[in-house]
């Protein structure tokens, strides 16, 4: 019977190549969508889940709540000090990530930027595997560095580096101890070389890790088998009360994050790098299901309307004696047979398509057959499409009567009805992901061509790796840069537009009664006096620096108040209680110790309107600029001539080389800074794209493939029509009108969902493109659905209506 | 082995209430040959397939095989057809899709025949209609009297006790026409009760008995051979 069955179905097959095709096809690209998102997503929610005892780790974060700082970093005593108190707190580690900085061996030197400080337990904690060195010693000595095989290949040449010596930000020599092997792919932390955190002491003073100002540590804890971190966070406001005063909550908080939740639901200032977001993770699954369910919609349209041809058969079966389930579970199988032929062409899909996505992604998302888990969902996944597609089909045919289908009394063709409904659904879901789509690629254009406030353009920059800057070195540079006739200006600052500026301190108006309430945080970038102009930044009030005027005096006990000049942000001046006018010429103080006795009075020379300086994800920030101290010269920014650069560029290259022989050259344009802060949301945006186009094909396909029925099913009244003396364009018009109604109707349902969906999508966007900007694409959404559906049935109907009469009657 | 009382079968559209079987009595004894005479829509294609069960009454009994079967459910009327019921067709019905012995054999296979058995079966039966050369062809590759020696062959292949024929010979001509109406009476004389349904008062001849049919209603029944002589005495 089984073997009956194949052949009526292979045979089916066969015998209708287009309704064939166009269910395969259809099948194939919506199971390999499916397929290939749910290793993204499988991919996606496996992060940091293989570490040990993963489920009991989780990160200490800091929140400060006058500039709204969330950080994923906490400063350096807050660990231990959880420990301490807490004995349901097992064990923490630190990790600070001292970004990129110089490493010497022999003579060769070379950026790298996946260093790290750590506490020595670092290695046990997350049970690293290690290849050379014992973890739980490696660390033991100041000077000792641990480096993974990867890392132990690009500064050595080699993994075989046990007691080599490797120079660290032309500071201090350091010794391999140990060789790890790398991270996986996988977490949400990225590093390569880990210096014992017993180093900062040493070079930053005694002090340094009772700082809690310096919030820059990665902080993880591990609880104790059975305790809850909710409760030890419900904890928390005590602790800050009891190590930082009664007034400290209203400031600041530290929370906990699970480990295994990081990648996808974090999203803080100061990440490791960007992370996932679970909102592409739902969205990329719900668009995978729905171009799988436009392809099942497919199936049971075309099916239903072929269901004449079929409906033969049914009769003769019922009459030589089958009764009603058997016939539902051989169209069952029928279905499940075709989505198995299809399943096999995605797979082939898959394969070809997976490492371009992957490339595409930058992640090794990986596909084996060999995995009987695999194998077996896909097997399953088959059954259940099949069984989906195939089931009103199925119980559609099989309800036939033999007595009237013989008889040929049977119209057939099923519910004309649903099956507009059907066609309905496929087409708003697929101009909602059209519109959807657009407004994703309207936000990215929006926020690459927005004004920022700033001129970006034609800019090179070099930033300086940690602990090295350009004192000293600056004033030659800039004068010799600065001679080529290509070069326009050369300035430095403490931080490049682009980046993200969590330095902060606190301020407050000169003689303002009640010193600490009036106290405010506000963000600080310290900048050449020629920052201004260089970057074309409009005054709202009062004038750029002066030469010179910036400058400060050394603080000390004999002279604990030092002066000096600023200019404010917009926001800045409003916090401080000012309007831009009234803010120039007053003094804002900065205190410089913790009892307040010694302080820079700076005084306000301008005020900028505020400009976008790291991206459109974060809010403009209350921001002082004032002058460099030691350690804050970390990066020049070097404007171009218009026109060709590359002379100018090799002038830098080669002035740099000569005057900074200790850092290696490695300028970025500004530009492509810009471009790689939208490199998530471009990315997401093209997939976007990418399953919206093949939602709306498979839709297109199963038009077709209706159209196609519809003009067969009238071509004796097309036909007729014609002998009547109706024209071609009167034919074509006859049958597109039909399917016009319904794809404006589907454009009419689409479209509010559409606009509901894509203005919450937007709210995660600080500055978001206006509406002017994207409400043009529900009326291109609906031309573009309209195109489509009418160039399908064009092309049948247009084959119909120039036929003969004659050939059109004959039929039947 | 079918007695019909009082069965009637409306069928209704909107506006239009047409009466098909109007108070049908009838009785069939086993090893009887009997055809349906009667212009068209006078509701002899019904009766068929009220008889084969593929259509239910509206009102009245009938008795199969001394059980009621009006009442019972679409499951237990497939089951009766598998069991003895065996179909012909004007338009020869045979699935396209499947070859001649395919075709055969599919009233084998919802009986869960062993395949050996099915084989031989289906091998004898194509035999004994004269078509077993073509088995391994699709239908549209035979000419109509082919393929209507296959539907016969397709209708007996499980042996049942009765087969009902909707006007076999309609789409033949007159040579393939009497072949199969001569497999028929075969067929009746081996044992099989027939009922088959016709417009050509010389193929109803074939028959034992000739039930006269209109609007619905059984306006008589003659036993052929009386019938000849009746009109032999007016003649």
């Given amino acids: 019977m089984l073997k009956n069955y194949l052949k009526i179905a292979f045979r089916n097959i066969t015998g209708n190549p287009l309704f064939s095709a166009i269910n395969i096809i259809g099948l194939s690209i ?541 926001s800045a001046a409003r916090r401080l209680g000012w309007t831009p006018q009234e803010a120039v010429g007053q003094i804002v103080r900065e205190p410089q110790n913790g009892d307040w006795t010694q302080w820079i009075d700076r005084e306000v020379v301008g005020v900028i309107p505020d400009i976008h300086f790291s991206s459109l994800h974060d809010e403009k920030k209350a921001t002082l600029y004032a002058e460099p101290v030691d350690g804050y010269q970390r990066s020049i920014s070097v404007k171009l001539a218009p026109g060709n650069p590359s002379t100018a560029i090799e002038h830098f290259e080669t002035v740099w080389t000569r005057l900074v022989p200790n850092e290696p050259v490695a300028w970025e344009f500004l530009d492509d800074r810009f471009d790689a802060r939208y490199r998530a949301e471009s990315r997401q945006a093209s997939m976007f794209a990418v399953f919206s186009g093949f939602a709306i094909f498979v839709a297109t396909l199963g038009l077709f493939g209706l159209a196609s029925f519809t003009t067969e099913r009238r071509t004796k009244e097309i036909g007729i029509r014609k002998v009547m003396g109706a024209s071609a364009a009167n034919i074509v018009m006859l049958l597109t009108s039909d399917f016009t109604k319904l794809v404006l109707l589907a454009n009419v349902i689409a479209w509010p969902i559409a606009y509901y969906f894509m203005s919450q999508w937007l709210t995660r966007f600080v500055y978001k493109a206006p509406f002017s900007d994207w409400g043009w694409l529900f009326v291109a959404s609906a031309l573009v659905a309209l195109g489509a559906a009418w160039l399908t049935i064009a092309l049948q109907a247009g084959r119909a209506a120039t036929a003969r009469p004659v050939m059109a009657l004959r039929y039947e | 082995m079918i007695k019909l009382h009082n069965l009637s079968k409306v069928y209704r559209t909107s506006d239009v209430e047409t009466t098909a079987l109007n108070s049908v009595n009838l009785e069939i004894d086993r090893g009887e040959f009997v055809a349906v005479m009667g212009p068209s829509g006078c509701g002899k294609s019904t009766l068929l397939n009220v008889l084969g069960m593929l259509d239910s009454p509206d009102s009245g009994s009938y008795v199969f095989l001394d059980s009621e079967v009006s009442q019972r459910t679409e499951r237990e009327l497939a089951a009766v057809r598998k069991q003895h019921i065996g179909f012909i067709f004007q338009s020869f019905n045979l699935i396209d899709e499947l070859t001649v012995a395919e075709n055969v054999a599919l009233p084998l296979l919802y009986h869960k025949t062993p395949a050996a058995e099915r084989d031989q079966a289906v091998r004898e039966v194509l035999e004994s209609v004269k078509i077993a050369h073509r088995a391994d062809h699709r239908p549209q590759q035979l000419s109509g009297g082919q393929q209507q020696r296959v539907a016969v062959a397709r209708a007996v292949v499980t042996q049942p006790k009765l087969i009902l024929a909707d006007e076999p010979t309609g789409n033949l001509d007159t040579t393939n026409g009497e072949e199969v109406l001569n497999l028929l009476e075969q067929l009746n004389s081996e044992g099989t009760t027939i009922v088959m349904v016709t417009h050509d008062r010389s193929h109803a001849e074939h028959a034992s008995r000739v039930v006269n049919m209109l609007d619905g209603r059984i306006l008589s029944e003659n036993v052929v051979g009386m019938q000849a002589a009746s009109e032999a005495r007016h003649a």
Wanted: aromatic share 10%.
């Fill in chain 1, 30 to 570: 919506g199971l390999a969508c499916c397929i290939i998102i749910t290793l993204f997503v499988q991919y996606e929610t496996s992060y940091d889940k293989h570490w040990q005892d993963a489920d009991r780790i989780h990160r200490v974060t800091r929140d400060f709540f006058s500039n709204n700082l969330r950080l994923a970093t906490v400063a350096p005593p807050i660990a231990p000090l959880l420990k301490q108190d807490y004995p349901e707190v097992e064990d923490i580690t630190r990790i600070m990530s001292i970004g990129t900085t110089a490493f010497t061996v022999g003579e060769k030197t070379v950026n790298d930027e996946a260093a790290v400080i750590a506490d020595p337990n670092i290695f046990e904690f997350f049970n690293l595997e290690f290849v050379a060195g014992d973890p739980a010693t490696a660390l033991a000595a100041p000077t000792n560095v641990v480096v993974s095989e990867r890392a132990a290949q690009r500064l050595f040449g080699s993994t075989d580096v046990m007691g080599r010596t490797v120079n660290i930000a032309n500071q201090a020599d350091f010794t391999v101890a140990g060789v790890f092997r790398d991270l996986p792919e996988n977490t949400h932390m990225a590093f390569e070389i880990v210096v014992s955190i017993d180093i900062v002491p040493i070079m930053m003073g005694p002090e340094a890790l009772e700082r809690w100002g310096n919030n820059s540590y990665f902080s993880y804890l591990r609880l104790e088998s059975g305790f809850d971190a909710d409760n030890l966070e419900a904890k928390f406001v005590d602790f800050i009360v009891r190590h930082r005063g009664e007034d400290a909550p209203e400031s600041t908080a530290i929370g906990l994050q699970a480990l295994t939740d990081i990648h996808l639901t974090s999203n803080r200032d100061s990440e490791w790098r960007t992370n996932g977001s679970i909102a592409a993770v739902y969205t990329f699954s719900a668009v995978a299901f729905v171009v799988l369910l436009i392809a099942c919609v497919n199936f049971m349209n075309l099916t239903t309307a072929r269901s004449t041809q079929r409906a033969k058969e049914v009769g003769i079966r019922k009459v030589v004696g089958a009764n009603r389930s058997q016939l539902v579970l051989q169209f069952l199988g029928e279905s499940v047979l075709l989505t198995a032929v299809a399943m096999l062409l995605a797979l082939a899909l898959v394969e070809l398509a997976l490492p371009a996505f992957g490339a595409f992604l930058e992640k090794p998302i990986a596909f084996s057959l060999a995995d009987p888990l695999t194998l077996a969902t896909l097997v399953i996944g088959t059954i259940i499409v099949g069984v989906v597609a195939g089931s009103y089909p199925a119980f559609y045919l099989s309800h036939f009567r033999p007595a009237s289908v013989l008889k040929g009394t049977v119209s057939g063709g099923g519910s004309a009805l649903l099956r507009r409904i059907l066609v309905v659904f496929q087409f708003a879901t697929s101009i909602a992901l059209l519109i959807a789509t657009g407004v994703v690629m309207a936000q990215m254009h929006y926020a690459r061509t927005m004004d920022l406030g700033y001129e970006r353009e034609r800019n090179i920059v070099h930033s300086l790796p940690f602990f090295a800057d350009l004192w000293g070195l600056y004033t030659p540079l800039k004068a010799e840069l600065e001679a080529h006739p290509d070069i326009e200006s050369v300035v430095y600052s403490s931080r490049i537009p682009s980046q993200q500026n969590l330095d902060s301190s606190i301020y407050l108006p000169a003689g303002a009664q009640e010193v600490r309430d009036n106290a405010v945080g506000i963000s600080d970038i310290k900048v050449d006096w020629q920052w201004f102009d260089h970057y074309g930044i409009e005054f709202l009030a009062g004038r750029p620096f002066r030469e010179n005027e910036m400058k400060i005096g050394e603080i000390s006990e004999e002279q604990p108040v030092v002066r000096g000049a600023a200019v404010l942000n917009e």
